[in-house]
């Protein structure tokens, strides 16, 4: 039998914690599927009532509007990539392995995790690659951040950035370079798909590994420099 885990994340994000109820989980599930199926700016709470057969005031009571779903949303993302490169790291101690394993899984094409039965991993991350900027791409991006919404993905950025400084510490930009990359990770695949003379990645199976070689080429040849 496979233990359901769960990411904790930042209260504020939620007025009640979805994952505390079969309503929040369907809510977040369904708002996974619906956002994938007609984009953030079609999405609402109207229709996503109707697809889970509640109302809308039942949705309000967990998120206070769809901007802040979206928010949640991505950071659980994140918070579940740190997982999975604390996971993948613990018994590692060579921070140029550990540095790779981390570009390894914020570059890869996720498929579902079955410790996380009420997230499709892969449907979350083709939300992650074309609406993820749109978090904080927004006039109150500062009250957002106050309330700490965007802790997850700093976080993760401060992860992946001390194994830079474990490898150079004389490095002065180990959360710019993270950061830029953390980006490139999605904007380079959605390039490739929608946009593809700003990207040298083609769309094809292999984008993914190349995202991935690309990022590795960046990211030492600049703690080279």
């Given at each position: 039998?496979i233990?359901?885990?769960?990411i904790?994340?930042n209260t504020?994000l939620?007025?009640?914690?979805p994952?505390s109820?079969?309503?929040g989980q369907?809510?977040?599930q369904e708002?996974?599927?619906?956002?994938d199926?007609i984009g953030?700016?079609?999405?609402?709470?109207?229709?996503?009532s109707?697809r889970i057969?509640?109302?809308?005031a039942?949705?309000?009571r967990?998120?206070?509007?769809?901007?802040?779903?979206?928010?949640y949303l991505?950071?659980?993302?994140?918070?579940y990539?740190?997982?999975?490169?604390?996971?993948?790291?613990?018994?590692?101690s060579?921070?140029?392995?550990?540095?790779?394993?981390?570009?390894?899984?914020?570059?890869?094409?996720l498929?579902d995790d079955d410790?996380?039965?009420?997230?499709?991993?892969?449907?979350?991350?083709r939300i992650v690659?074309?609406?993820?900027?749109?978090?904080?791409?927004?006039?109150n991006v500062?009250?957002?951040?106050?309330?700490?919404?965007?802790?997850g993905?700093?976080s993760l950025?401060m992860?992946?950035?001390?194994?830079?400084?474990?490898?150079n510490p004389a490095?002065?930009?180990?959360?710019?370079?993270t950061s830029?990359?953390?980006?490139?990770?999605h904007?380079q695949?959605?390039?490739?798909?929608?946009?593809?003379?700003?990207?040298?990645?083609?769309?094809?199976?292999?984008?993914y590994?190349?995202?991935c070689?690309f990022?590795?080429?960046l990211i030492?040849?600049?703690?080279?420099?």
């Open positions: 039998m233990a359901k885990l769960q904790q994340l504020a939620y007025l009640r914690d994952q109820t079969d309503l369907k809510i977040v708002g996974i599927y619906m956002i199926e953030f700016e079609s999405f609402t709470f109207k229709k996503l109707k057969n509640s109302t809308e039942s949705i309000y967990y998120f206070e509007n769809k901007h802040r779903l979206l928010v991505i950071a659980w993302y994140w918070n990539v740190e997982y999975k490169i604390t996971f993948e790291t613990h018994n590692i060579n921070a140029e392995e550990k540095l790779k394993i981390a570009i390894q899984l914020i570059t890869s094409k498929a410790n996380f039965p009420g997230i499709s991993e892969s449907v979350l991350q690659i074309s609406e993820s900027d749109k978090t904080y791409l927004t006039k500062d009250q957002i951040n106050r309330e700490g919404l965007f802790k993905y700093k950025c992860t992946i950035a001390s194994y830079m400084l474990e490898i490095f002065k930009f180990s959360r710019s370079l830029t990359c953390l980006e490139a990770a904007q695949i959605f390039f490739a798909e929608h946009l593809p003379r700003l990207t040298d990645i083609k769309k094809e199976e292999k984008m590994d190349r995202n070689e990022l590795t080429s030492f040849s600049s703690l080279k420099s």
